[in-house]
């Protein structure tokens, strides 16, 4: 597995809903609902205003908008300007989604234009008060919740100091940090900002009795079983919750979560994202946008077609083996971009003044325009919108061997953009390191994939594609 994460990662922008002891059960419940209350009542004020009453249709838009809005984002840690600004960009493609809906069945028609484009306003309007309301009760819905949870650290390492950080830092959280406990001497120790050493391991079941501690985070090393075997038959007679913190040094965990096997409890290490009913959003996601796109672009397409074949004599389309999901073999679609169709056991990247390069190619690649054929290779299922790039089948038996974790990628099916080429990776990898650079990123995306990923991958992608020129 790949040793470094990307300096940027993807969960920066994929928004988790904090959970377990960290979240926080009435705040969270409060979140949840809403975004899809406020754009519902929203939408209510506005059919009652402008039609006079509350009509059929409305109702019937409102449980779509619902529906496809629930459950609400987490936004109480962001920035206003952020807020605003997120508010916004998901407002954007609910808008999107529900205006091809609408011309597709035909039913806007049900609906007065001045009432649309009235709520295409107010509702962003109505959720941005909704959340800076929630900011201003937060605190009184806290103190309904009774007094602060006091936890405890056990392991003044590097990751149980980053989990301390993370504790102070949130905004809005009912866990009171009272320090760490750890056997180690005070020169091994790491420093952690205004969090105490309280003591060493044999003191931790009296302190916690006594302090009466809701919650122990265990942040030893795994090397360490026996030292947590003690801990845990010494904190058998507390009523303390008790959590591990993974040590993140000895494994890279990817979409780790819990569950079970014939009854028997594991704890995933490596794993698809798409497992479930994010399969399900993956998949559908894929043939909406695509749909969407190949009838935008039609046009393009037929012209774009007749140009390749106006250019250079040889096939429209050239199909090139790659490995897809599960590593296994799929042909993908592009516009001919060279003289070769070359897909044999060696094939040599495209590099800046390629000879093989046609000069109507050479503009399809610089402006991406190549690769649109593969909207077909995401309605077959072989692709998704956005995922990793898929890489030609010789040069994949090549890096396998090179870099750690680099089949990990084809756990999910490969992408027409990805987090990578959004952040500085597209093209040529002349270099093992960019090469290294891209499976991080990859990798990156896989731990933190979202619907609200995606599309900020695809927006990014359309603004890149427009002034990049890394790709030959």
Same mark, same amino acid.
């Given at each position: ?21 960290? /979240? ?5 419940? !409060? ?33 779509? %908008? ?5 459950? /609400? ?12 600004? @997120? !508010? ?5 493609? +609910? ?31 109505? *959720? ?30 590097? *990751? ?13 959280? #009912? ?6 406990? =750890?056997?180690? @001497? ?35 090393? &795994? ?9 845990? @038959? ?10 591990? !913190? ?8 990817? $979409? ?9 409890? %594991? ?40 140009? !390749?074949?106006?250019?250079?004599? /040889?096939?429209?389309?050239?199909? *090139?083996?790659?490995?897809?999901? @599960? ?21 040599? $990247? ?32 072989? &692709? ?26 084809? #756990? +999910? #099916? ?7 080429? +959004? ?11 960019? &090469? ?7 990798? =990156? ?28």
């Amino acid at each position: 597995m790949a040793e470094a994460n990307p300096p940027f990662s993807a969960s920066t922008v994929s928004t988790a809903r904090s959970s377990g002891p960290l /979240g926080n059960n009435m705040l969270s419940a !409060v979140e949840t609902i809403l975004d899809p209350a406020a754009l519902t009542l929203s939408l209510w004020l506005v059919s009652a205003s402008l039609e006079g009453e509350l009509l059929p249709p409305y109702l019937i838009l409102a449980v779509i %908008v619902f529906s496809i809005t629930f459950p /609400g984002t987490s936004r109480l840690q962001s920035s206003i300007k952020g807020l605003v600004i @997120d !508010v916004i960009y998901s407002w954007f493609w +609910v808008v999107l989604l529900l205006l091809f809906l609408g011309f597709a069945t035909g039913y806007i028609a049900q609906f007065s234009s001045q009432a649309l484009i009235t709520w295409l306003w107010i509702a962003p309007l109505t *959720q941005i008060g909704a959340h800076l309301a929630l900011r201003t009760t937060a605190p009184y819905l806290l103190m309904l919740q009774g007094p602060p949870q006091r936890a405890i650290i056990v392991g003044m390492n590097e *990751q149980g100091v980053a989990l301390a950080s993370r504790i102070q830092e949130t905004r809005y959280s #009912k866990i009171e940090l009272s320090g760490f406990f =750890d056997d180690r @001497d005070q020169s091994r120790l790491h420093q952690a900002g205004e969090s105490q050493l309280l003591g060493r391991l044999r003191e931790l079941p009296g302190f916690v009795k006594n302090k009466r501690i809701q919650f122990i985070y265990l942040s030893l090393p &795994m090397a360490s079983q026996p030292r947590i075997l003690h801990v845990l @038959d010494e904190l058998k007679d507390t009523t303390a919750s008790i959590y591990f !913190v993974p040590d993140m040094f000895v494994t890279d965990l990817i $979409q780790g979560r819990s569950g079970a096997v014939c009854g028997t409890p %594991v704890i995933s290490v490596c794993e698809s994202p798409f497992t479930g009913s994010n399969g399900i959003i993956k998949r559908a996601s894929d043939i909406v946008l695509s749909l969407l796109i190949l009838a935008l672009i039609s046009p393009l397409l037929l012209l774009i077609a007749a140009a !390749v074949k106006l250019d250079s004599a /040889g096939p429209i389309i050239f199909k *090139q083996r790659r490995y897809g999901l @599960d590593g296994e073999e799929i042909l993908v679609y592009k516009f001919r971009s060279m003289r070769v169709c070359e897909d044999g056991g060696v094939i040599r $990247q495209a590099q800046k003044d390629d000879d093989r390069v046609t000069r109507f190619g050479a503009f399809l690649r610089r402006n991406s325009l190549d690769e649109l054929p593969q909207f077909v290779n995401v309605l077959q299922g072989r &692709m998704s919108i956005v995922g990793p790039r898929p890489h030609a089948v010789a040069h994949n038996e090549i890096y396998r061997n090179l870099i750690k974790g680099y089949m990990i990628r084809h #756990k +999910v #099916k490969p992408g027409i953009t990805g987090w990578a080429q +959004v952040n500085g990776y597209r093209g040529e990898t002349r270099t093992l390191d960019k &090469m290294q650079a891209r499976i991080d990123h990859d990798l =990156d995306y896989l731990r933190n994939w979202s619907l609200r990923l995606d599309l900020h991958i695809i927006v990014k992608t359309i603004v890149i594609v427009l002034k990049d020129r890394a790709a030959y």
